[in-house]
T-cell receptor, first 111, second 114 residues
Framework: DGGITQSPKYLFRKEGQNVTLSCEQN?????MYWYRQDPGQGLRLIYY???????QKGDIAEGYSVSREKKESFPLTVTSAQKNPTAFYLC??????????FGSGTRLTVV | AQSVTQLDSHVSVSEGTPVLLRCNYS??????LFWYVQHPNKGLQLLLK??????LVKGINGFEAEFKKSETSFHLTKPSAHMSDAAEYFC????????????FGSGTQLTVLP
């Protein structure tokens, strides 16, 4: 079945460390997105990519970085510059104008 | 710029009674609007979408929503709540640029009481 796979499901990071969250899709979608979700809030856009080797900052890109070397993959790195990284991270891809598919998310906790 | 306001952060209903989750939007153009549902620690599932066709939109699991331009509203309803409807619901608006970025409301937590 086609879909989006995010891994790991749970991730623990020590302060000062960079961590990378994986997002892989086999839907052949061109556009991919990373969102951050905090309790009691909706999702906020971190980065998005419309084609391979191109990506744009979203509303809250500071402290994050991405790459898009392959159509199927859009990893997100949470750097030590991100002051409050504990959150639920969701990856999505899009087909056409409105056909969004979301992954099941990664919960990142700083310990 | 567009925005979405979900008027209730929590809604509780009894099983078998109607559900109403309220959403108002702000947009400088004719918007595309969505309702998504999220169960704990899960991704988002699309319930329904409005994209300038019929103003009454029917979705999955018996949910529907009505786009009212004069009231800038897109409320989500269901005639009879089921225990499995307990989840968080997000009202979402899409921009019209090529990136089709989504702007989310803050969510409404629906509790269904037995």
């Amino acid at each position: 079945d086609g879909g989006i796979t995010q891994s790991p499901k749970y991730l623990f990071r020590k302060e000062g460390q960079n961590v990378t969250l994986s997002c892989e899709q086999n839907l052949n979608h061109d556009a991919m997105y990373w969102y951050r979700q905090d309790p009691g809030q909706g999702l906020r856009l971190i980065y998005y990519s419309q084609i391979v080797n191109d990506f744009q900052k979203g509303d809250i890109a500071e402290g994050y970085s991405v790459s898009r070397e392959k159509k199927e993959s859009f990893p997100l790195t949470v750097t030590s510059a991100q002051k409050n990284p504990t959150a639920f991270y969701l990856c999505a891809s899009r087909s056409g104008n409105y056909g969004y598919t979301f992954g099941s998310g990664t919960r990142l906790t700083v310990v | 710029a567009q925005s979405v306001t979900q008027l209730d952060s929590h809604v509780s209903v009894s099983e078998g009674t109607p559900v109403l989750l309220r959403c108002n939007y702000s947009s400088s153009y004719s918007p595309s609007l969505f309702w998504y549902v999220q169960h704990p620690n899960k991704g988002l599932q699309l319930l329904l979408k409005y994209t300038s066709a019929a103003t009454l939109v029917k979705g999955i699991n018996g949910f529907e929503a009505e786009f009212k331009k004069s009231e800038t509203s897109f409320h989500l309803t269901k005639p009879s709540a089921h225990m499995s409807d307990a989840a968080e619901y997000f009202c979402v608006v899409s921009d019209i640029g090529s990136a089709r970025q989504l702007t989310f409301g803050s969510g409404t937590q629906l509790t269904v009481l037995p």
